[in-house]
């Protein structure tokens, strides 16, 4: 009895322990482990195969009115993947994709990794420049690209590695079938695919991807080897520093991730009906991270229904959709929200079922937060990630419904250090870098070690480039990206707490802060300010700034505009309102 209460002692105070490095455990939800077991699978493959078994008989994917079972995903990209061996192509060789939400992604993601190689995924909108970077520097070797963004391939290929071209057409999976509407629908986008004349010679091919597919199916599909540290995919940051960079991905860092998030959402899930298949929405683009794991791979490990969105700015077409199902999951960034929760239309969505709203991308503002609850009835909950991560490194607690303007608990398995430019922990309460440690964090830089070796300490902590703060109960709150800091007469001024004060004005639909020279403080604050309200006027909102800031932090400048500078997942972009 003496052996087992020392025991039981010793236990305890390893737990207190932990907490104390960990305050976050404290807060964790009933039912969230402190760890995840993330060697349950050797690769993306296994997991993928497991589900495609599974859940043959369910739906994968709906677009255009068209839906796939993963059954169908399974036998299709089996063809796919047989034809790009018989290419000839080496395991780990990269093979970009180059294509909105459309069915054909669905195949290509698992064509590609089943097949044992590297998935490169592309922004189908990039220029020209950014492409051709993009395909040098990972060298990749063939490319799945949608007939609508050929010519932009077509101005670089021969000065890129490209052997392979598959082409993909929106129409390629839909049904022999497809009725007026569709037809129509078809017919409008064939218009709108401008003209090219792709090489093809002795060193490229260009294949249709049905052709593809035709071919394929009469092959047999390699079984590759594949462990942990094989390479699934090279996820290019956004290049805010200039050229972008190719996070270098591991099987075993996506299949983590997958495992968190399954872990953190489950309490919440389960409160649905057992058995039911759920649904989300994947209106974010796949070739995103957060899409790609929060929709694709989640999706494929809960055997749920992806609502592929291709056009996320067509409002009435996107609600039109969102109509004709029972939600379970929306992933989101801010701006989405925001502007979905001001269309009218909107708000005759049945949210009956809606237990997850997952924000990310960017800071997720009150103003959105409570308008977003008030119309669906789900909070939204903001996460954090990055390419880098894979992406998921904190999410909040799903049940609360109160806006605390944190990004939430560091997920299972994850270890956060908020350390100073000296790469010193700063004590509780106090700003400094954000430090993420944990199977999702990525093995470097593509072909970069110099630059991997300026965002890693030598502990395995990865360096953010966020500012944040973290609490006694383990919430962190992010105060703004370094870059974005602006120095106001030697007081640091954080455009995200600015934005977050502005947003709340009802006269307010969008904003953004950015810091601009000036003679006298050496940098200042100047407001970009899209209007809900017309009759809003500078000294308005001038007033209102000096009410609820203190002074250095009020904006010395405001312009007005009718739209603010987005990528394509959403996030305003405040570097190019800087320049």
Excluded at 22 to 28: E, F, N, Q, R, V
Excluded at 392 to 410: E, K
Excluded at 508 to 525: F, H, K, N, W
């Amino acid at each position: 009895m003496q052996a087992l209460a020392q025991e039981n002692s010793t236990q305890t105070t390893q737990a207190s322990q932990a907490t104390n490095k960990k305050p976050w455990l404290k807060s964790y939800p009933e039912g969230v482990p402190a760890e995840v077991d993330t060697t349950i699978y050797r690769s993306l493959v296994d997991l993928l195969d497991e589900s495609f078994r599974k859940y043959a008989n369910r739906d994968a994917a709906v677009c255009m009115g068209q839906r796939l079972r993963f059954g169908e995903v399974d036998s299709l990209s089996a063809a796919l993947g047989a034809w790009l061996q018989a290419k000839g192509l080496p395991k780990g060789a990269r093979v970009a994709i180059m294509m909105p939400n459309v069915l054909q992604y669905m195949v290509a993601i698992a064509a590609i990794l089943r097949a044992g190689y590297t998935v490169v995924n592309v922004n189908p909108l990039y220029t020209p420049r950014e492409l051709q970077h993009q395909l040098k520097d990972s060298g990749a070797q063939a490319i799945i690209v949608l007939e609508n963004f050929a010519a932009t391939l077509e101005e670089v290929i021969t000065h890129t590695d490209i052997e392979h071209v598959v082409l993909a057409s929106v129409g390629d999976l839909l049904s022999w079938w497809r009725g007026p509407m569709v037809n129509f629908a078809l017919r409008h986008v064939k218009k709108m695919v401008p003209e090219f004349r792709l090489p093809v010679d002795s060193k490229r091919s260009v294949t249709r991807f049905n052709k593809a597919l035709d071919e394929g199916s009469h092959l047999n599909l390699k079984r590759v080897d594949l462990g942990p540290d094989d390479v699934a995919f090279l996820q290019y940051t956004g290049g805010t520093t200039g050229l972008s960079k190719g996070a270098t991905l591991l099987h075993r860092n996506i299949v983590a991730n997958i495992l968190q998030s399954e872990a953190w959402f489950s309490p919440m899930l389960k409160k649905l009906e057992s058995g039911k298949q759920l649904t989300t929405v994947c209106a974010l683009p796949l070739y995103h991270i957060f899409a790609l794991t929060a929709c694709y791979m989640l999706g494929a490990r809960l055997g749920m229904l992806n609502i592929l969105i291709p056009n996320p700015r067509d409002f009435p077409g996107f609600i039109e959709v969102l109509q004709q199902h029972k939600i379970n999951m929306f992933p989101a960034v801010n701006t989405l929200f925001n502007a979905l929760a001001a269309d009218p239309a909107f708000a005759r969505v049945d949210f009956s079922e809606l237990v997850i709203s997952n924000g990310g991308g960017m800071a997720v503002q009150q103003s959105t937060a409570e308008k977003w609850l008030k119309i669906t009835g789900c909070p939204v909950v903001e996460g954090y990630g990055l390419s880098e991560t894979s992406p998921v490194v904190t999410i909040n607690r799903m049940d609360v419904h109160d806006f605390n303007g944190s990004i939430g608990l560091p997920v299972p398995s994850t270890e956060i250090a908020i350390r100073d430019d000296n790469g010193r922990d700063v004590a509780q309460g106090e700003r400094g870098e954000i430090c993420i440690r944990g199977p999702q964090v990525m093995a470097g830089y593509w072909m970069r070690p110099e630059e991997t070796a300026n965002v890693m300490y030598a502990d395995g902590y990865f360096k953010s480039g966020d500012i944040g703060v973290i609490d006694e109960q383990g919430f962190i709150r992010i105060v703004d990206r370094k870059k974005d800091m602006i120095l106001v007469s030697g007081f640091n001024v954080y455009p995200t707490e600015i934005e977050q004060v502005v947003s709340m004005h009802p006269g307010v639909l969008e904003c953004a802060a950015v810091g601009i020279p000036d003679a006298r403080s050496g940098e200042t604050v100047k407001l970009y300010v899209v209007k809900s309200d017309p009759t809003l006027a500078e000294e308005d909102l001038s007033a209102y700034c000096h009410r609820e800031l203190t002074a250095y932090k009020c904006p010395k400048y405001i312009e007005f505009r009718d739209e603010l500078p987005k990528s394509n997942v959403g996030k305003i972009l405040r570097r190019e309102l800087r320049s």
